[in-house]
């Protein structure tokens, strides 16, 4: 006996298997990403006033991003519609364009990893504190060249929001005077290892709907000439995954880059 | 459709030929057994697996009390071995030093909980039973069965490496607490964590699949109140799988972020580990870490009992021979426990300096959820009335369920409430209450099950004599080990005591000059000796068991297709059901519990088997009297 | 499929259009709000999580069919959210919620 119900509606619930089977996995990652998300708020509600980062991601960049997912949500969407009304090449297009979206957003969030964790915060012997991209870090030299700018205290680093022009230059720091120096990593604070964490986990999952998507472009197409009906169902239940991660990155984007 | 994805080959060339224009080809060992997809192979996978690990689980309780009972002497017999395995930091001279000791209690919960009663509960008897009682030819996605085993394997795996690498097992219990989960400067909670994540992917990937499977394979006529209560009972836990563990998994990604990158997702400013501040950001919450722990961990009880509550209702009705009594209230109160489980979380953190306002919310929605259990083991109470019963092996483990999942459950309502646990939190009272509910419980419940449907899976049946022996055996003395643990617990012995609570006895107390009435007597002192011993006649008794497996396989009694006279449909297949469980769908004419039907001749009438044909003679009209 | 209908290839390009057009605006808003000068951050966030989640419902409703599903999908999320609620509200109430005279700030 055939497992039934894999293309076909079960009449009662009018949905096949994998659909159901989706949506349960769903909304088990709802639960994972409220659980981080719920990680999120306790922590800020519960920091001291004042502590809390704010301005510390490039909005552009985050906009660039939700954009790009925005769109290869749409074009998951129409690669299953061409399914549907039977358009291969269609199908063909719009999820090469998917992929393409997807490799976009995961270079660009590289570059945002990147940018800070070779942002440093110097602690200096005399109280001050260097905070800027490191420029030159060799270990023959006995100093530092930083693209910064030097404040005298930690709480003029957290919120760069509400200070307007700041003004970076080249900085020469001698590694004698330097008391402390840690890069913007998830280590420096928990806003970093919320931001680390959370976006960290989403782009793994950006990686694994990618290589499912893939997959379904790639070697998986077979399944398109001996039963597209089926085929089409896994076009849409691959969509559906894609779309729940670009609602993750709808409410990842705001929490983290805007507030 | 002949062309399609040739998903799951035959493996029984005496199965009904429903794979029609496929020539049969029969898969070599590796596919047929340990790649399957299919799902009985699939439970019996996670059955072995599980009972290994449950054995595995009982060795180290049995070191455990040891220690407990001889501080700092070596163990016998194993004394050497350890030694030998472990070096001699962890066992010097075949002891067990105090970080081995809670290293053995970390692992001992884990496993037991997430690689042995869980696995068995739900994965090896859901797996094998579910499909089969809903008239389904295998669970939805096989593949996705498949992937669930051995991403469980994979945990346990790491588990047990864990034990091998320098430093030893996780040491920071079950429950894993930051900060100290965090500071211990070896990389066993490292392994701790990936184990887990791996056994929470498959508990999410067998829990999407028994949803799926429940809602739509259930053959023709097999409506939601036709479907035996053990399938609503893995209906509910797979849910609770399903949406609780996934916070879990978030908090265990923080941990291991702690762990690796040195966040400090768990770690308070001002943090001192070893006397000297620790080199990190600070900022963040052990209460955090224990808020998603115990998220998940409060619904993992009920994963622990719902599907023992299940076999138990399955053997109950087919060894009365009486329908159960009241289906529907189980029906309502096994979906109401599922729904009260997620809210009732921090009863487990009543001592972490909450106010009243929130301990009062958790104590209501505590005493809320006790209420379905009871009505659960009223009706299976009231079953036993009237009954005709039969006291086969299963019948005796099942029966002993009923008083010993009463006493662990009324034991637990002290603890419900936020005023005695003050009193009684983390002393071995705590220890007593959820051993009685799973060891004496639910695992009672799975022996139970395990006779129950040896026949249907090997056509033999288990040794009757042993399998007497066995429940005599082990229910005495499970009693003998919990019980005495209930008295040391309002005594005030704490948990996790390496040397058994040494320092806080009245003997030691007397020394020191202190006041002798505070100290743990001797007599409770002493109570450690019984339940040693008690434990260790509880493990010897588990070997006729092991015995009777492996023997009854080859050489137990022969059984039919359906030795117990049950109605449900995993007894109407052949015996051992071919791949694709049935040639066609079954159609269901009627409930699962048609035993003693008047007029009827068998006292049982099967889920598919047809109404009686019309030229039969009518049978006048009974009042239903029951 | 599920349901049998046909798919107008063009209808739903002009419903992709228009639903990725709404979620430019409502990013668009949302980094506008984020520099508003004149609220302190509780109200903006207020503002923007509103705004996310109008954003989220057009994604869930239209390009997920949310809004065409099946009951029992309903169902089923209906309980996730409940207990996403539960496991946030509840947590931050606790951890709020102090004995009398115990708490530090």
């Not at chain 2, 430093?167 to 900060?179: I, K, L």
């Not at chain 2, 959820?369 to 009706?379: E, F, K």
Request: net charge neutral; with cysteine; glycine share 8%.
């Amino acid at each position: 006996m055939e497992i039934p119900y894999t293309v076909q509606a079960r009449p009662d619930t009018g949905i096949y298997n994998a659909k159901v089977g989706i949506w349960l996995f769903l909304a088990s990652e709802v639960m994972l990403f409220g659980g981080l998300f719920s990680a999120y708020v306790l922590l800020r509600v519960g920091a001291d006033p004042g502590t809390w980062p704010h301005g510390w991601q490039n909005v552009t960049l985050g906009t660039a991003n939700t954009l790009v997912l925005a769109l290869s949500a749409v074009t998951t969407l129409m690669a299953w519609v061409a399914c549907k009304v039977g358009q291969f090449g269609k199908f063909k297009f719009f999820h090469a364009c998917t992929l393409l979206l997807a490799l976009t957003f995961l270079c660009i969030k590289m570059f945002e990893y990147h940018d800070h964790l070779t942002h440093y915060e110097i602690h200096l012997a005399d109280g001050r504190i260097a905070d800027g991209h490191m420029m030159e870090n060799d270990l023959q030299k006995d100093y530092v060249t930083i693209d910064g700018r030097y404040v005298s205290d930690e709480s003029a680093l957290i919120d760069l929001r509400a200070q307007k022009d700041i003004k970076e230059t080249e900085l020469k720091i001698p590694r004698s005077e330097i008391k402390d120096m840690q890069n913007y990593g998830p280590w420096h604070n928990d806003y970093l290892a919320l931001y680390f964490t959370m976006t960290g986990l989403h782009a793994l999952h950006i990686l694994g709907g990618s290589i499912v998507i893939g997959y379904l472009w790639g070697p998986g197409r077979k399944m398109w000439k001996t039963d597209p009906q089926r085929f089409t169902n896994r076009v849409e239940v691959s969509g559906l995954f894609w779309h729940f991660v670009d609602l993750v990155w709808i409410f990842l984007f705001p929490v983290l880059y805007l507030t | 459709m002949d062309e399609t994805v040739h998903q799951f080959p035959a493996y029984r060339g005496d199965s009904h030929d429903h794979h029609d224009a496929h020539a049969h080809h029969d898969p070599g060992f590796w596919a047929k057994y340990i790649f399957s997809t299919d799902h009985k192979i699939i439970g019996i996978q996670y059955g072995f697996t599980a009972l290994c690990f449950l054995l595995f689980g009982l060795f180290l309780m049995l070191m455990m009390r040891w220690q407990i009972a001889h501080p700092g002497q070596p163990i016998p017999l194993f004394g050497p071995l350890l030694e030998k395995v472990l070096g001699n930091v962890q066992a010097p001279n075949g002891t067990i030093s105090e970080d081995l000791y809670n290293s053995f209690g970390a692992m001992h919960g884990t496993i037991m909980v997430f690689l042995g009663v869980v696995p068995l509960a739900f994965a090896a008897f859901g797996n094998y039973v579910v499909p089969l009682m809903i008239g389904a030819p295998d669970m939805a996605f096989p593949r996705v069965n498949m992937a669930s085993y051995q991403a469980y394997f994979l945990g346990g795996l790491v588990m047990l490496v864990s034990f091998f690498i320098p430093g030893g097992a996780a040491q920071a219990g079950w429950t894993s607490y930051s900060p100290l989960a965090t500071s211990i400067p070896t990389e066993g909670q490292l392994f701790w964590i990936i184990g887990m994540i791996l056994l929470i992917t498959s508990s999410l990937l067998g829990a999407v699949n028994f949803i799926a499977t429940i809602i739509q394979l259930r053959a023709p006529g097999m409506t939601w109140m036709r479907l035996p209560f053990f399938v609503w009972a893995q209906f509910v836990t797979a849910f609770l799988l399903l949406l609780a563990f996934p916070p879990l998994e978030a908090a265990a990604i923080m941990q291991l972020m702690d762990n690796v990158a040195h966040t400090s997702f768990f770690l308070p400013t001002g943090l001192a580990i070893g006397g000297h501040l620790a080199h990190i950001s600070g900022g963040g919450s052990p209460l955090l870490w224990q808020h998603l722990f115990w998220f998940l961990g409060h619904p993992e009880v009920y994963v622990l009992i719902l599907p023992a509550m299940g076999i138990v209702c399955e053997i109950i009705a087919c060894n009365t021979r009486k329908p159960i009594w009241g289906y529907k209230s189980l029906v309502y109160s096994v979906l109401a426990i599922g729904f009260l489980s997620f809210i009732v979380w921090a009863h487990h953190m009543y001592l972490t300096g909450m106010g009243t306002a929130i301990s009062t919310f958790f104590q209501t929605t505590t005493m809320a959820v006790s209420i379905p259990s009871v009505i659960i083991l009223t009706c299976f109470f009231i079953s036993l009335w009237g009954g005709a019963i039969r006291f086969n092996t299963p019948m005796l483990f099942v029966l002993a369920f009923l008083p010993m999942f009463g006493i662990g459950g009324l034991t637990g309502l002290p603890l419900g409430f936020n005023e005695s646990d003050i009193h009684l939190h983390d002393t071995y009272y705590v220890i007593a209450h959820f051993h009685y509910v799973v060891a004496p419980g639910t695992i009672f419940a799975l022996f139970a099950g395990i006779y129950y449907w040896f026949p249907k899976m090997t056509g033999r049946k288990m040794n009757e004599f042993w399998g007497r022996a066995h429940f005599w055996g082990s229910f005495i003395f499970m009693n003998v080990v919990f019980q005495p643990m209930f008295a040391q617990g309002m005594a005030g012995m704490l948990r996790r005591m390496s040397n058994g609570g040494a320092n806080y006895s009245a003997a030691v107390n007397a020394q020191n000059g202190l006041d002798v009435i505070g100290g743990l007597s001797p007599f409770i002192m002493s109570l450690n000796t019984w339940i040693l011993w008690g434990a260790v006649a509880l493990g010897i008794v588990q070997i006729p068991f092991i015995v009777n497996v492996f023997w009854s396989i080859k050489h137990g009694e022969k059984a039919g297709d359906n030795p117990w006279h049950s109605t449900t449909l995993e007894w109407q297949t052949p015996t051992p059901p071919p791949h694709g469980n049935f040639a066609a769908p079954p159609r269901i004419y009627r409930g699962p519990y048609e035993y003693s039907v008047p007029g009827h001749e068998p006292d049982f009438m099967p889920q598919n088997e047809p109404e009686i044909s019309p030229a039969l003679p009518k049978i006048s009209p009974v009042p239903a009297a029951h | 499929m599920s349901d049998s209908h046909p798919v107008d290839f063009n209808s739903y390009v002009r419903r992709c259009a228009f639903i990725f057009t709404a979620v430019i605006c409502a990013v668009g808003l949302m980094v506008c709000v984020s520099y508003l000068p004149h609220y302190g951050w509780p109200a903006k966030v207020a503002m923007i999580l509103a705004v996310a989640s109008c954003n989220a419902f057009l994604v869930a409703g239209f390009l997920m069919h949310l809004l065409s599903e099946k009951k029992m999908i309903y169902t089923l999320l209906a309980f996730t959210v409940f207990f996403v609620i539960g496991l946030v509200g509840l947590t931050v109430f606790a951890m709020n919620d102090f004995p009398t005279g115990t708490q530090t700030h």
